[in-house]
């Protein structure tokens, strides 16, 4: 059986807090970590996403290192409150927390949580055992993060500020680098999220293994975005377990350009009611890139709707995986699921493995998926070309229309920088059509 390297888990950290019941919570999954086999091929839920090349490299747990603001700033989001983790630890220096916090808001990281009246909202998301089988990378991150921000909403709590939580990592050797995030929004509560994963660029590779908990009490509503844009020396494997309550709703955007292998995984349950969440997904691939996006929708209770978009655009020798997964409970009566995965291929050599599932208990619901897997319309292209539209023109046209129906719906503060991001990001010379 192959296993995880022990370096991998920060014996240092674990060690530091004795005593507490972090500790001994860090150390329960430490020794979990042992026993875990190392996901490869034979295993379904990792069955495109080849990790062997994770166990050749030499990591450590991640040094604390100081970074000036050059380093991040074109990581920045203009008007949010922003915290900013390097190698999974908190700067105080390069985040802007205002003094006063909207009202209702609780913004701080974990470890300032922990040590105040948030301890238990913090100890209590940990604990939290869901319905789904926990992998090797999550049972790590529970004995090796090192801190993470900690969001709270109060009950009936608004406020229009995003907050944006930046991970940025940046070491002088391999590294392997634990986050971890929770936001917990209280009865109609409304908050807005985003996130982002950053680089600074260098020859090292190194490991980023972030995880966010989400929690909605009823009548509340999150917005959430992800973005991803870290350079082909990076390997992201990160995860998002959402809980949602009756009547609230989970609205989520998540955006991958970037990182020589990237995964993340989502897991939402309804619980409540009522409860409804709305996933939309981008991602684009060149050269060697290796982009995964796996999740899981549980609908637990009756009358409760999801509703799943994902968009891959891959371009010479890269590959994307899409595997989601509606489950529909015996008792989850009333149930109304959609999803939906469509792709575009620019080249020969591209592949995207595509793998929508229904897995449905329940006996009266609506359910309905799909994938579907192109190229660029010759016919689209020469269409716009007798408008004197040069082909290069025509095509980033037609691969920005594709790209668009995830874009259009990201919070309004992020759709610049993916403007910036997306457009022209691929070539526009000898793209596949058909």
Not at 147 to 174: C, M, R
Not at 229 to 245: C, F, K, P, Y
């Amino acid at each position: 059986m192959t296993q995880l390297p022990k370096e991998f888990i920060n014996q240092e950290l674990i060690e530091s807090e004795t005593g507490t019941w972090l500790s001994d919570f860090r150390k329960s999954h430490a020794a979990k970590v042992i026993d875990l086999e190392f996901p490869g091929r034979a295993n379904e839920r990792w069955k495109y996403t080849p990790l062997r090349g994770v166990l050749e490299l030499s990591y450590s747990a991640s040094p604390s290192i100081d970074l000036n603001e050059a380093q991040v700033k074109d990581h920045r989001l203009a008007g949010s409150i922003e915290l900013v983790f390097v190698n999974g630890g908190f700067s105080e220096e390069l985040s802007i927390i205002p003094a006063t916090l909207p009202k209702g808001f609780t913004i701080a990281p974990v470890s300032v949580a922990l040590a105040g009246n948030s301890a238990h909202d913090v100890q209590n998301i940990l604990e939290y055992e869901g319905d789904g089988e926990e992998d090797v990378f999550e049972t790590l991150n529970k004995s090796s993060f090192r801190d993470g921000a900690f969001i709270k909403v109060s009950k009936g709590a608004y406020s229009e500020t995003p907050i944006h939580i930046l991970n940025f990592s940046s070491a002088e050797q391999s590294t392997v680098n634990f986050s971890r995030h929770m936001i917990y929004l209280e009865d109609g509560a409304i908050a807005s999220v985003i996130e982002t994963c950053a680089n600074q660029a260098g020859e090292l590779k190194h490991i980023n293994n972030i995880m966010t908990d989400v929690v909605l009490q009823e009548r509340s509503l999150l917005t959430y975005s992800r973005l991803q844009v870290e350079t082909e020396q990076s390997i992201n494997v990160s995860a998002l377990r959402a809980r949602i309550g009756a009547d609230a709703k989970f609205n989520s955007s998540v955006f991958s350009a970037g990182g020589a292998l990237s995964r993340h995984f989502m897991d939402v349950e309804l619980n409540g009611k009522h409860a409804e969440t709305d996933l939309q997904g981008l991602f684009t691939t060149k050269g060697e890139m290796h982009a995964d996006n796996r999740g899981i929708i549980r609908h637990k209770v009756p009358e409760c709707e999801s509703n799943q978009l994902y968009k891959g655009v891959l371009d010479d020798s890269s590959r994307g995986v899409f595997n989601g997964i509606v489950n529909i409970a015996r008792d989850a009566q009333l149930s109304n699921a959609n999803q939906m995965n469509r792709n575009l291929l620019l080249s020969r050599k591209a592949r995207v493995d595509a793998k929508p599932e229904l897995d449905v208990y329940a006996d009266d619901v609506k359910a309905a998926h799909g994938a579907a897997i192109g190229q660029l319309d010759a016919s689209e292209l020469f269409y716009l070309q007798t408008r004197c539209i040069s082909r290069e023109q025509a095509i980033q046209m037609l691969i920005k229309g594709f790209m668009h129906e995830v874009i259009d719906k990201a919070p309004a503060i992020l759709k610049p920088k993916l403007d910036v991001i997306f457009d022209n990001y691929f070539d526009a010379e000898d793209v596949l059509t058909c």
